[in-house]
């Protein structure tokens, strides 16, 4: 029933992970450990807000939100106190690529959790008044995060991004678009994503292969053999070379800029690990943190991340500084990124940056709940059961001819598309358009609105 099949290397030892088979033909990861008195569980579905109709964004949003919203013969008030009584914590969420839910219990309550997980799973109700309250507190936080300028940035980012994609429309959708969304819209939603061809389990704790393998059964039985999940294609980030400014009278103009990354089955990914911890994935070891706040004071805080999704590559960045001081930064952070692409690491930071992600890995391991994390997003990203065994050592690997490579790819001549909020200057070249929402903008489409295709 189970194959064993790597050692996961955590902070205190070392821990096998099994690939658990059921009698049915489900998988999931499993790490064994009796001496944690709590099962942490983690569950994907593959698809996400990409799925999300195109006059309905924020529609998976919203459905994920209900699960747990009354289920089977049990309402809201009665499926909460029954977790509350078994003190059972169970979440359901989103993102761009997947559904998950998230599922902690004791030992001696792991029957009744996969019982509740499995009838939210395969049986929401989605009633009327569990459907509007969940309407209500997600348009208010969509109101609420309206002017936010960090939040405004990242939505603008994307949808300048990717007109006319899945990933340029608001995933928690819109006021208008969550107004909208009908009871029919929720069952054809779950229908169409909740299914066992489209699921990927982690389980971390006291807990057999056996009796786990028997649970997944049961979890899986109500749901319908095959997801009809609508094609998505993968395609390259738009914009590089652009500034938007979005005016919003701050003190300080929050800035979100980037340009296309590698895919995560991308044969030099690693390698374009190591060049962005170098860039700015380093905290304060990196050289964009060295060079806007170390040295001139510019910023608190300065970063840049690889984000992979499911169909497209980015190298995402951010930074917050005063208003007067928005064109010196990017202008730093430009200049930064064409010398890395131009000259690459130094030696010395090639090899301190290989030090510092080997030996930081295991803190992605040091619960149980990260652990269970790390086994569902492995199968997501189909990197195979023995990826953490041999990590650390594909880290260790890269050379300064393989960096040198993977920076001029990942960063090619610095363009970037920078979407910048507040009252920014010194941004040559840049469009200029009111926030949405304010009185400036009444007249001037919103380009993250579901729809806008804004250039």
Same mark, same amino acid.
């Given at each position: 029933?189970?194959?064993?099949?790597?050692?996961?290397?955590?902070?205190?030892?070392?821990?096998?992970?099994?690939?658990?088979?059921?009698?049915?033909?489900?998988?999931?990861?499993?790490?064994?450990?009796?001496?944690?008195?709590?099962?942490?569980?983690?569950?994907?579905?593959?698809?996400?807000?990409?799925?999300? +109709? #195109?006059?309905?964004?924020?529609?998976?949003? =919203?459905?994920? &939100?209900? *699960?747990?919203?009354?289920?089977? @013969?049990?309402? /809201?008030?009665?499926?909460?106190?029954?977790?509350?009584?078994?003190?059972?914590?169970?979440?359901?969420?989103?993102?761009?690529?997947?559904?998950?839910?998230?599922?902690?219990?004791? +030992? #001696?309550?792991?029957?009744?959790?996969?019982? =509740?997980?499995? &009838?939210? *799973?395969?049986?929401?109700?989605? @009633?009327?008044? /569990?459907?509007?309250?969940?309407?209500?507190?997600?348009?208010?936080?969509?109101?609420?995060?309206?002017?936010?300028?960090?939040?405004?940035?990242?939505?603008?980012?994307?949808?300048?991004?990717?007109?006319?994609?899945?990933?340029?429309?608001?995933?928690?959708?819109?006021?208008?678009?969550?107004?909208?969304?009908?009871?029919?819209?929720?069952?054809?939603?779950?229908?169409?994503?909740?299914?066992?061809?489209?699921?990927?389990?982690?389980?971390?704790?006291?807990?057999?292969?056996?009796?786990?393998?028997?649970?997944?059964?049961?979890?899986?039985?109500?749901?319908?053999?095959?997801?009809?999940?609508?094609?998505?294609?993968?395609?390259?980030?738009?914009?590089?070379?652009?500034?938007?400014?979005?005016?919003?009278?701050?003190?300080?103009?929050?800035?979100?800029?980037?340009?296309?990354?590698?895919?995560?089955?991308?044969?030099?990914?690693?390698?374009?690990?190591?060049?962005?911890?170098?860039?700015?994935?380093?905290?304060?070891?990196?050289?964009?943190?060295?060079?806007?706040?170390?040295?001139?004071?510019?910023?608190?805080?300065?970063?840049?991340?690889?984000?992979?999704?499911?169909?497209?590559?980015?190298?995402?960045?951010?930074?917050?500084?005063?208003?007067?001081?928005?064109?010196?930064?990017?202008?730093?952070?430009?200049?930064?990124?064409?010398?890395?692409?131009?000259?690459?690491?130094?030696?010395?930071?090639?090899?301190?940056?290989?030090?510092?992600?080997?030996?930081?890995?295991?803190?992605?391991?040091?619960?149980?709940?990260?652990?269970?994390?790390?086994?569902?997003?492995?199968?997501?990203?189909?990197?195979?059961?023995?990826?953490?065994?041999?990590?650390?050592?594909?880290?260790?690997?890269?050379?300064?001819?393989?960096?040198?490579?993977?920076?001029?790819?990942?960063?090619?001549?610095?363009?970037?598309?920078?979407?910048?909020?507040?009252?920014?200057?010194?941004?040559?070249?840049?469009?200029?358009?009111?926030?949405?929402?304010?009185?400036?903008?009444?007249?001037?489409?919103?380009?993250?609105?579901?729809?806008?295709?804004?250039?």
């Amino acid at each position: 029933m189970t194959a064993a099949a790597t050692a996961l290397a955590t902070p205190a030892h070392t821990t096998q992970i099994d690939r658990v088979t059921t009698p049915r033909g489900a998988e999931a990861w499993l790490v064994e450990e009796t001496t944690v008195p709590v099962i942490a569980v983690e569950i994907a579905f593959r698809g996400g807000s990409a799925q999300d +109709p #195109e006059d309905r964004p924020g529609l998976v949003n =919203l459905m994920a &939100t209900l *699960l747990d919203e009354g289920a089977g @013969d049990m309402n /809201a008030d009665i499926f909460q106190e029954t977790l509350e009584e078994k003190a059972i914590e169970l979440s359901f969420s989103s993102n761009r690529d997947a559904v998950t839910a998230s599922l902690r219990t004791l +030992p #001696e309550n792991l029957d009744e959790a996969f019982r =509740l997980l499995g &009838t939210a *799973l395969a049986a929401p109700r989605f @009633d009327h008044d /569990a459907v509007e309250r969940m309407k209500s507190q997600l348009s208010a936080q969509i109101r609420r995060n309206a002017l936010d300028p960090d939040d405004l940035a990242g939505r603008t980012f994307f949808a300048e991004a990717f007109p006319g994609h899945a990933y340029g429309r608001p995933p928690r959708g819109t006021v208008e678009s969550l107004g909208a969304a009908t009871h029919d819209d929720l069952v054809a939603a779950h229908k169409r994503l909740i299914a066992r061809d489209n699921v990927v389990i982690g389980a971390v704790g006291a807990i057999s292969a056996e009796r786990l393998a028997n649970l997944v059964d049961g979890l899986l039985a109500g749901l319908p053999e095959k997801a009809g999940l609508t094609p998505v294609s993968t395609v390259a980030p738009e914009g590089a070379g652009r500034t938007e400014i979005v005016t919003l009278d701050v003190p300080q103009t929050a800035i979100v800029f980037g340009r296309p990354g590698p895919l995560r089955n991308a044969d030099d990914f690693i390698p374009a690990y190591v060049v962005n911890h170098i860039l700015g994935g380093g905290s304060f070891s990196s050289r964009l943190f060295n060079e806007v706040r170390e040295k001139r004071g510019l910023a608190y805080s300065v970063y840049s991340y690889l984000s992979p999704y499911d169909h497209a590559g980015l190298l995402l960045g951010g930074v917050a500084t005063r208003n007067d001081r928005a064109g010196q930064s990017i202008e730093l952070i430009r200049a930064e990124i064409r010398r890395i692409a131009e000259d690459g690491p130094t030696q010395k930071e090639l090899e301190s940056a290989k030090k510092y992600l080997v030996g930081s890995y295991a803190l992605r391991f040091d619960t149980s709940t990260k652990i269970a994390n790390q086994l569902v997003q492995l199968q997501l990203d189909d990197l195979g059961i023995d990826y953490v065994a041999k990590r650390n050592a594909l880290v260790q690997a890269v050379t300064m001819d393989e960096v040198k490579a993977a920076a001029r790819a990942l960063l090619g001549d610095g363009d970037l598309l920078v979407v910048a909020v507040g009252q920014p200057t010194g941004l040559d070249g840049a469009r200029v358009r009111p926030a949405p929402g304010t009185a400036e903008a009444k007249l001037v489409p919103d380009p993250t609105a579901a729809g806008s295709h804004a250039r």
